[in-house]
C-alpha cells in the first residue's frame, strides 16, 4: 500500500545552520523529516560567530540549546569602542532584559563548531535521515506532493516528499530552477574574517567586551571573543589580495595595540551581499535562509535572520500536516518574514556598517535607553505582520519595557501551575495557548473544549480555589507581574501561537458564553479547533 503523500519526510535540501535548525523544529513538531546535503561533511569554513538572544529561545524550543551553551562562551555587553581613544563609546548591557526571557545574553560559537552539533542532535532524533553528498539535480511539482532528483556516490537516487524547503544558500539551484530573481546589490568591498590565538586576558590585559565594535572612517574592525581564541572582521578593499598572514598581524596590532604571542590561526574572504528573492513559495516550495536573503553581515543579522525563517515555517508544516489548519496557513510565511528580512534586518545591518564607517552619526535602531537597545539587538523585538495589515517592526526604544502588542513576541516569564513554576515559552511548544487575564475567584467562564491544538489557562494573581473548577486550567500570576508585562487589562485574553508571537489581544466577557478564544484560533488558522477524541 503507497504511503499517503502527507505522511511522507519533509524534504530539506541543505544542511547550513537554517536547514539544520528547520529540520530539528519539524522533528520538535513530531513531522517526519529528509535532509540533505551534497557536500561530503558539515561546513569546516570560518563563518558567523554570534548568535543572538531570540535564536537562543528558538534552540530551546527546539531541544538543543543545552548542547549550544555548553561549547559557546556567554556574553552579556555588546561595546561599542572608540577607535582614537581605544575606550568603550556605548554599550548594550543585555541583563537588562531579565523581565523579557531566560537567556539575558548572545552567545559566540562559530559555524563550524555549532552545525556538527545540530547534526549530531537531528542524527539522534531521526537515525539514518541527514542524507550527506545528495547533490539535487531537479525536482518536479505535482499537485499534492513534490519529486526530487539527487546525484550520490552509489548513483542516481529519487525521493517523494509534500513539501520542498530550500536552505540550499545564496547560490539557490533551487530558487534559479524556479526562476525567481533576486533584487539587490553585491558590495565591491569584500570582508575578511581571521581567527587569532592571542592572550588578551594575562599577559596583554584588554578588558574589551566579549563583542566589541572599533569604529573609524579610514578602517573598522569588529572583535569577538569565540571559546577558543579572538576572532577580528574587517572590510577588504575592492581588487586588494588577500593579505599575508604577516598584514593581518599587523593590522589586528593596530586595533589591539603591540601584543604578545599573536597567531593567526584561519582566515576566510566572503563577499558581502544585501538582497532578498522576490517570492518564496512556490507552491509546495519554500525558499529559506540565504536562500530567500542574503543580509550584509553586521550586528550578526545574517544567520539570525535564517533562524526566524526556521521559527515561523515548521509550526505551520506542522498545523498543516496534521489537519489542524487550511493550506492558506503557509502564505503567512512569506508576509511575515519578507519585510523583516528586506526591510527590517537588512535597512538596519546597512546602517550598521555605514555607522561602523562613521559615514553616519548613528543608527536608528539605537537610541536612548539601554531596555530598547538590547531587546532590538537581541532580535527580541520583531513585531510579525500577523494579520495582513502591514503592521511589522524591529526596533523597541527606550529604558523600560513596553506593552505587548499583536504579532510581538510574547515575553517568556514565570507562572505558577497545579505542578508548579512554568514558563509561558514552554506552555506553547506544540500548540496554541489562550491566556485569560482575570480574577479567578469571580468563577469566570474561560475553559472551552479540550484540543490538543488550543490550550487555555485562567492567569490571576489570586490563586483558584480548590472548589472553583479552574486549579488544573488556571496559572498563579504573584503580584500580577505577567499581566503587568503584557500591559493588559483584567478580563483580556491573549492567543500566543507556537512560535511565542502574539496572535491577538481582545477584551472577553468573564461571565459571558462566547468562545473568544475558539474564535480566534480560527482566524489564525482558517479552521476550526480538533475537539479532542
Known amino acids: 500500500m503507497t504511503e499517503p503523500y502527507d505522511r511522507l519526510p519533509v524534504a530539506v535540501v541543505g544542511a547550513g545552520p537554517i536547514g539544520l535548525i528547520t529540520a530539528l523544529g519539524l522533528t520538535a513538531y513530531g513531522v517526519p523529516v529528509a535532509l540533505f546535503e551534497e557536500d561530503g561533511s558539515l561546513s569546516s569554513d570560518t563563518k558567523a560567530g554570534t548568535i543572538l538572544t531570540r535564536t537562543l529561545e528558538v534552540l530551546h524550543r527546539y531541544g538543543v540549546l543545552d548542547d549550544v551553551l555548553k561549547a559557546s562562551l556567554r556574553i552579556d555587553e555588546i561595546g561599542d569602542i572608540d577607535r582614537a581613544t581605544n575606550t568603550p563609546s556605548a554599550t548594550v548591557r543585555t541583563g537588562d532584559l531579565v523581565e523579557d526571557t531566560r537567556f539575558p545574553f548572545l552567545i559566540n560559537i562559530s559555524q563550524h563548531e555549532l552545525e556538527p552539533i ?280 527606550g529604558d523600560e519595557p513596553t506593552a505587548v502588542r499583536p504579532g510581538d513576541r510574547a515575553p517568556d516569564l514565570p507562572l505558577f501551575g497545579e505542578n508548579g513554576p512554568v514558563h509561558l515559552h514552554d506552555l506553547v511548544v506544540n500548540s496554541f495557548v489562550a491566556l485569560y487575564f482575570t480574577d479567578v475567584r469571580r468563577r469566570p467562564a474561560v475553559i472551552g473544549p479540550e484540543s490538543q491544538a488550543l490550550s487555555r489557562f485562567a492567569v490571576s494573581r489570586w490563586d483558584a480555589p480548590h472548589d472553583s473548577g479552574l486549579r488544573r486550567h488556571a496559572l498563579f500570576d504573584p503580584g500580577g507581574r505577567v499581566q503587568r508585562r503584557f500591559g493588559v487589562d483584567t478580563d483580556t485574553v491573549v492567543l500566543i501561537r507556537p512560535d511565542a508571537h502574539v496572535a491577538a489581544i481582545v477584551p472577553f466577557d468573564p461571565n459571558g458564553h462566547r468562545d473568544i478564544a475558539a474564535e480566534l484560533y480560527e482566524r489564525a488558522v482558517g479552521r476550526a479547533i480538533p475537539t479532542a477524541t
Open 118 to 397: 545540530l547534526g549530531e542532535a537531528f542524527e539522534r532524533r531521526l537515525p539514518g535521515s541527514l542524507h550527506m553528498n545528495h547533490r539535487l539535480t531537479g525536482f518536479t511539482q505535482r499537485e499534492d506532493h513534490i519529486e526530487l532528483h539527487f546525484t550520490t556516490p552509489g548513483g542516481y537516487a529519487h525521493y517523494t516528499a509534500p513539501y520542498l524547503l530550500a536552505c540550499d544558500g545564496g547560490r539557490s539551484k533551487i530558487r534559479e530552477d524556479l526562476g525567481i530573481t533576486v533584487a539587490g546589490q553585491t558590495f565591491e568591498e569584500r570582508y575578511m574574517l581571521v581567527d587569532i590565538e592571542v592572550d588578551l586576558d594575562i599577559s596583554n590585559p584588554r578588558d574589551y567586551p566579549y563583542l566589541a565594535y572599533f569604529g573609524d572612517p579610514d578602517e573598522w574592525m569588529i572583535v569577538v571573543r569565540q571559546p577558543h581564541c579572538w576572532r577580528f572582521l574587517y572590510p577588504l578593499a575592492a581588487g586588494k589580495n588577500a593579505p599575508s598572514r604577516e598584514e593581518i598581524a599587523e593590522k589586528a596590532r593596530r586595533f589591539i595595540g603591540d601584543v604578545s604571542g599573536l597567531n593567526v590561526i584561519g582566515s576566510n574572504i566572503y563577499a558581502v551581499h544585501q538582497r532578498v528573492a522576490d517570492r518564496w513559495q512556490d507552491g509546495r516550495i519554500f525558499l529559506m535562509g540565504d536562500a530567500a536573503h542574503l543580509i550584509t553581515p553586521m550586528w550578526a543579522l545574517g544567520l539570525n535572520t535564517g533562524v526566524l525563517d526556521a521559527s515561523n515555517l515548521p509550526w505551520r508544516l506542522a498545523w498543516v500536516l496534521r489537519g489542524w489548519a487550511d493550506e492558506s496557513l503557509l502564505a503567512g510565511y512569506e508576509r511575515e518574514q519578507r519585510p523583516v528580512a528586506a526591510r527590517g534586518s537588512g535597512h538596519m545591518a546597512e546602517a550598521a556598517r555605514a555607522y561602523m564607517a562613521r559615514k553616519r552619526s548613528g543608527v536608528s535602531a539605537m537610541r536612548e535607553g539601554n531596555w530598547g537597545n538590547a531587546f532590538t539587538r537581541g532580535l527580541l523585538g520583531v513585531r510579525l505582520d500577523v494579520d495582513g495589515t502591514g503592521d511589522w517592526s524591529m526596533v523597541h526604544i
